[in-house]
């Protein structure tokens, strides 16, 4: 025998030997005994992590032969370190598979199916069905609150699994919301717009825009103020602001109220061809904004808020995408304040420098509660019942 192929026969005993002692810290890490005489006296760290670095780095200075036919020990160590990292894949899965979340009746009729927790929030695991018939296997049971008040006296009498989860789902705000002392204790989680929520699912947010999505353009524009609005009481306070606000300022008003009913498609059309929207709440409450915020920021318009404090909005929204009313002394010198940006474009556009980063996303109604309220009782197996609903969200 040559003295090459004995220097190669020796690099594979070696690396052989390597690969041993590797397999070998792998078993410890796993398995780690307790005989203190396997540890080192006054060490910071433990001694499988020593031997674990000390293989890994002996193995890449000493060892690793690239080569473009045959694999090169870092991706060896790479592929191992990522089994290491990925637990038990096929009883997780089946774990996840388990996960039954029962609609007891579709929010708004929307329908949907678990294979949308997947593609769009990435939530696998997640078993949709409005079959009653599988109430006793379901660990979870989505409630509506608008629909409650058909079921609620049987929901009373109704045993739970010990193993189920009753969510409360509900996105309008008290004031909007029928109120039910029987709510309370009936429910082990709640899915709300509320940050102090079980399951937090705000209406819409600002999100990191993707790069090739960062040409964004302010829409022609050919009106100044408008409104759309259907649910008309005198009492609102969004109604009284308007109508001082339009004595000083043209307002192009929309829906029902005003005779002017508008599609779904209209609705964008005009949305993007007026500088500002008055993104006008029903009812103040801490964290209700809805989409009367979030689309118009969506589709390139400035939002005119009448809500919580600004502090609030800006939690969540960008200062400088949206103007306050509570930012000035009565409607008038908002009103003033709409008329100086209308002739002064540059001003103005300043209010879409968040543009160059951010996008705004609405969220998937009913489809994203349920997902993440899957997500929830398969990470948090705590045993919960919400006893004060009604302290909670009416006070």
Partial sequence: MTFEPRVASFKRLLLSLVLLSCLGGLFYTFYKPTRSWLSFPNASVSTHEVLTDECLKTSKEKFVQKSNKTETLDDFLVKQQQLINKPNTIEEYKEIDDIIMLIWTWPGD?????????????????????????YDKAHGVMFHQRDISRDLQNLLKMPRP??????????????????????????NLTSNYRRDSDVWVPVGKIVEAPEKNNTFKIPPKDKLVCWIVSNWKAKYERVRYFNELS????????GRHFNRPISRDDYNKILKSC?????????????????????????????????????????????????????????????????FLDKNQKVYEQYFN?????????????????????????????????KDLTKWYWG
């Fill in 110 to 134: 929307y329908k949907f199916s678990g294979e949308a927790c997947i593609s769009e929030f990435g939530i696998p695991g997640c078993q949709i069905t409005d079959d009653r018939s599988q």
């Fill in 162 to 187: 010990l193993h189920q989860k009753w969510v409360w789902l509900n996105m309008e705000s008290p004031s909007n919301s029928k109120r039910w002392p029987e709510l309370d204790g009936l429910f």
């Fill in 275 to 339: 500088k500002f929207y008055l993104s006008f709440e029903n009812s103040i409450h801490k964290d209700y904004f809805t989409e009367k915020v979030f689309n118009p920021l969506k589709l390139g318009t400035v939002p005119v808020v009448l809500g919580p404090p600004r502090q609030n909005y800006e939690e969540f929204i960008p200062p400088d995408s949206f103007i306050h009313v509570n930012d000035f002394k009565s409607p008038q010198k908002l009103a003033e304040h709409l008329m």
């Fill in 354 to 386: 968040w543009r160059k980063h951010f996008i705004a996303i609405r969220a998937r109604f009913g489809l994203e509660h349920t997902c993440r309220s899957c997500e929830h009782i398969r990470s948090d197996k705590r045993y919960k019942v919400f």
């Fill in 247 to 254: 004595k000083h300022i043209k307002i192009e008003a929309y």
